[in-house]
């Protein structure tokens, strides 16, 4: 593919969302795309959102989307139980889609998307962004050049989502069947960012539990039954060696973000952030080697940061280099975005510790 690459978005309004958040702000600023597209389920909001970022076709439904002979890639970043619908309609109008995590509400809608896909041969991308922020790529580099020499344990804490009190458009998360909870979406983005710098499990088991069974809905005060559990704790060994556990605290009162330790040899990582996902957050570095007791912070080097500096500091920065990476996919047929591939290797993953967990 040369020239410019051509996307619509089907989700994105321009009052609130992922799509304003991140992906808007992101393409704007990267050479390789043009906005060319949106849609909503009402021409008022398309309308509204194609205002506010200056794109030049607006629609009320997801078909004419995918149908427009302008669009080159498709991308969806609606909640998760329409994710199978739409990504199906994409990749019969033969487009590119950029797939929002978690790519299906199960295993077996991942699969079916990722089968379709290969036999149309059509690239794809899933919003395991992690994997291309720049302090993520510098730990993988780390551990790979022996920084720590060999790992021999690794702790991950990430505390997310509210206490007894929840927003009124995230309400849909306490529901166990919308395939969108602390497991798929908080452990989904944590353990991937894990396994892409440390490997993958070679046995696990977990233990999941549903710590507060209801909550308030804000404003209106609703007082809403919880299925979804707000407490994952995995614990196991990877497939190089090293120990891992890692804890997701959900339904606390108060968040301090993400707490994640790699202990080697020869040497020690902290990767911190105030904020629960290492994908959105900005992170912070430290690490001691050899002799060396005080950690130091460690600077990520110029050469891992591609995305405009304009963008630094916001969540639009981590999706801005997963696009450069999918522009590269799509012009030189390499995978250096996670694919649907990739999604299913993870939801298999979660599906063993759901399977694996001791109530």
């Given at each position: 593919?040369?020239?410019?690459?051509?996307?619509?978005?089907i989700?994105?309004?321009?009052?609130?969302?992922?799509?304003?958040?991140?992906?808007l702000?992101?393409l704007?600023?990267?050479?390789?795309?043009?906005?060319?597209?949106?849609?909503?389920?009402?021409?008022?909001?398309?309308?509204?959102?194609?205002?506010a970022?200056?794109?030049?076709?607006?629609?009320?439904?997801?078909?004419?989307?995918?149908e427009?002979?302008?669009?080159?890639?498709?991308?969806?970043?609606?909640?998760?139980?329409?994710?199978?619908?739409?990504?199906?309609?994409?990749?019969?109008?033969?487009?590119?889609?950029?797939?929002?995590?978690?790519?299906?509400?199960?295993?077996?809608?991942?699969?079916e998307?990722?089968d379709?896909?290969?036999?149309?041969?059509?690239?794809?991308?899933?919003?395991?962004?992690?994997?291309?922020v720049?302090?993520?790529?510098?730990?993988?580099?780390?551990?790979?050049?022996?920084?720590?020499?060999?790992?021999l344990?690794?702790?991950?804490?990430?505390?997310?989502?509210?206490?007894?009190?929840?927003?009124?458009?995230?309400?849909?998360?306490?529901?166990?069947?919308?395939?969108?909870?602390?497991?798929?979406?908080?452990?989904?983005?944590?353990?991937?960012?894990?396994?892409?710098?440390?490997?993958?499990?070679?046995?696990?088991?977990?233990?999941?539990?549903?710590?507060?069974?209801?909550?308030?809905?804000?404003?209106?005060?609703?007082?809403?039954?919880?299925?979804?559990?707000?407490?994952?704790?995995?614990?196991?060994?990877?497939?190089?060696?090293?120990?891992?556990?890692?804890?997701?605290?959900?339904?606390l009162?108060?968040?301090?973000?993400?707490?994640?330790?790699?202990?080697?040899?020869?040497?020690?990582?902290?990767?911190?952030?105030?904020?629960?996902?290492?994908?959105?957050?900005?992170?912070?570095?430290?690490?001691?080697?050899?002799?060396?007791?005080?950690?130091?912070?460690?600077?990520?080097p110029?050469?891992?940061?591609?995305?405009?500096?304009?963008?630094?500091?916001?969540?639009?920065?981590?999706?801005?280099?997963?696009?450069?990476?999918?522009?590269?996919d799509?012009?030189?047929?390499?995978?250096?975005?996670?694919?649907?591939?990739?999604?299913?290797?993870?939801?298999?993953?979660?599906?063993?510790?759901?399977g694996?967990?001791?109530?």
């Amino acid at each position: 593919m040369t020239g410019r690459i051509g996307v619509g978005i089907i989700g994105a309004r321009a009052d609130r969302g992922w799509a304003a958040t991140a992906h808007l702000p992101a393409l704007r600023a990267l050479a390789d795309y043009e906005l060319r597209a949106v849609s909503t389920t009402r021409q008022p909001t398309a309308d509204a959102a194609a205002a506010a970022f200056a794109v030049p076709r607006a629609f009320d439904n997801h078909q004419s989307l995918v149908e427009c002979p302008e669009v080159d890639l498709v991308v969806v970043t609606v909640k998760v139980a329409h994710h199978a619908e739409l990504v199906r309609a994409a990749l019969a109008a033969g487009k590119a889609v950029y797939c929002e995590w978690p790519l299906g509400r199960d295993l077996d809608e991942a699969t079916e998307l990722a089968d379709r896909a290969a036999r149309l041969a059509l690239p794809t991308a899933v919003g395991l962004q992690a994997r291309a922020v720049p302090a993520i790529n510098y730990v993988r580099d780390l551990v790979a050049d022996g920084y720590v020499g060999d790992v021999l344990s690794t702790t991950m804490v990430v505390t997310a989502m509210s206490g007894t009190v929840i927003d009124q458009d995230n309400a849909y998360l306490v529901e166990k069947g919308q395939g969108a909870n602390l497991l798929s979406i908080g452990a989904g983005h944590a353990v991937d960012t894990l396994c892409y710098c440390l490997g993958e499990w070679d046995d696990l088991s977990a233990v999941l539990a549903n710590r507060r069974p209801s909550v308030t809905v804000r404003p209106t005060g609703e007082r809403l039954d919880k299925t979804a559990d707000d407490q994952v704790a995995v614990i196991g060994r990877l497939d190089r060696g090293a120990i891992a556990t890692v804890h997701l605290r959900g339904a606390l009162e108060r968040a301090d973000g993400l707490r994640w330790e790699i202990n080697g040899t020869d040497g020690n990582l902290w990767i911190t952030a105030d904020g629960a996902l290492p994908g959105i957050a900005p992170l912070t570095l430290r690490g001691t080697r050899g002799a060396n007791r005080e950690p130091e912070t460690l600077s990520v080097p110029e050469k891992y940061i591609r995305a405009p500096a304009a963008l630094a500091g916001s969540p639009a920065f981590n999706v801005a280099h997963t696009y450069l990476n999918l522009a590269q996919d799509m012009r030189e047929g390499t995978n250096t975005a996670p694919t649907f591939a990739d999604a299913v290797i993870r939801h298999r993953m979660l599906d063993t510790i759901a399977g694996v967990s001791m109530r």
